[in-house]
């Protein structure tokens, strides 16, 4: 196998390497490092899992040992893909990285406008006018009279 050495790329040092659960170390996990309890529903999960499927009839007792064995693959996948991951974000120029930061970072403040649009005034307190001469809305008396001389 050619290129770096494995070492190279992980992310544990290899002295706290020992103090991880058997799981990850069996797995050869270096990107995912689950904690003991997450290894622990990992493996002892799945076979209890699987057991009571088993005793449920709902599989036969081939799942107790099929699905760990399952879901240790998916673990690894996702480590694997985790590596693909931070390799390709390695190989990204520090410019790039910089200038996408400053592209995603939010900026707060306020805008100034500056634009005009002919014959209309802008301003900063808002002022009320009429819009004509008002005019008064007929009363109900108004209208029954009126009905009266139709008749």
């Known amino acids: 196998m050619t290129g770096a050495p494995r070492t190279a790329w992980a992310t544990i040092p290899t002295d706290e390497e020992r103090f991880r659960p058997l799981y990850a170390r069996l797995l050869g996990l270096r990107f995912v490092n689950p904690g003991g309890v997450l290894c622990f529903l990992f493996f002892e999960g ?3 899992l699987a057991a009571l499927l088993a005793l449920a009839e709902l599989v036969s007792w081939w799942a ?3 699905l ?3 879901v240790a693959l998916m673990v690894k996948l996702n480590d694997m893909v985790a590596e693909v991951v931070v390799r390709s974000a390695a190989l990204v120029p520090d410019q790039e990285r910089d200038r996408f930061r400053r592209q995603m970072e ?3 403040g306020r805008a100034r406008v500056d634009w005009t649009v002919p014959g209309v005034v802008v301003t900063s307190r808002p002022t009320l006018h009429a819009a004509g001469p008002v005019r008064e809305l007929p009363t109900t008396h108004d209208l029954t009279d009126r009905r009266d001389l139709r008749r």
């Open 46 to 48: 799945a076979v209890a």
């Open 64 to 66: 107790v040992l099929v």
């Open 68 to 70: 760990p064995a399952a």
């Open 106 to 108: 939010p900026v707060v």
